[in-house]
């Protein structure tokens, strides 16, 4: 399936780069492509909250994944040709009518993820894990760390904190074709999805 599944880095919130990622995503749905969001600033203030109330690692996993879906929808709102869903059949339906998704991840990782439940896991693993439920196999990262233009070596990337300390293992077990860009670097997905 000519699909990929592409996530869209918190971090990009406010940066000049975002709209356009998201125009050239909407203009290439034909593709198949779904949209993960990161967490942003309302993953930050859970961040927070959960430093001030040191709260359960189960429910502040879960209000973290809430950031993510708050952040997809104002990836929604910012481009209205894309569509949200929040299930399998929502997701088929729109590539079948050729939109571009933001996915809404709550319902489906809360009922369904085996993934550990803590901030060792991020939008990035989630990625890898919503990808293989969907039988994709190709996987773009877009990133604001100048570590990307740097390397794109997954063992240096996790060393500097820029993936997380289960992205590799998960790539590896779902054979999934990675593909790390930085924020800058639209004309190169542009090349890449074509």
Not at 14 to 27: R, T
Not at 59 to 69: E, K
Not at 114 to 136: N, P, Y
Request: neutral net charge.
């Amino acid at each position: 399936m000519d699909a990929w599944a592409i996530k869209i880095g918190g971090s990009m919130y406010g940066s000049q780069y975002l709209v356009e990622w998201l125009q050239a995503i909407s203009d290439r749905s034909t593709k198949k492509i779904i949209i993960v969001p990161g967490g942003g600033p309302f993953a930050d203030q859970v961040r927070q909250a959960d430093e001030k109330y040191n709260l359960d690692q189960v429910r502040t996993h879960n209000m973290a994944i809430m950031a993510m879906q708050q952040y997809g929808t104002l990836l929604a709102s910012l481009c209205p040709t894309v569509v949200t869903a929040d299930t399998r059949n929502k997701i088929q339906l729109a590539w079948q009518n050729s939109k571009a998704v933001v996915w809404e991840p709550y319902n489906m990782l809360r009922d369904e993820c085996e993934l550990e439940k803590s901030w060792d896991v991020t939008s990035d693993s989630i990625t890898i894990w919503l990808a293989s439920k969907l039988g994709l196999k190709n996987v773009i990262l877009v990133k604001s760390s100048k570590s990307i233009l740097e390397h794109k070596d997954i063992d240096e990337l996790t060393k500097s904190n820029c993936l997380d300390p289960g992205f590799k293992e998960l790539v590896n077990q779902a054979g999934i074709t990675l593909h790390i860009l930085h924020k800058s670097q639209v004309k190169e997905f542009g090349r890449l999805i074509e």
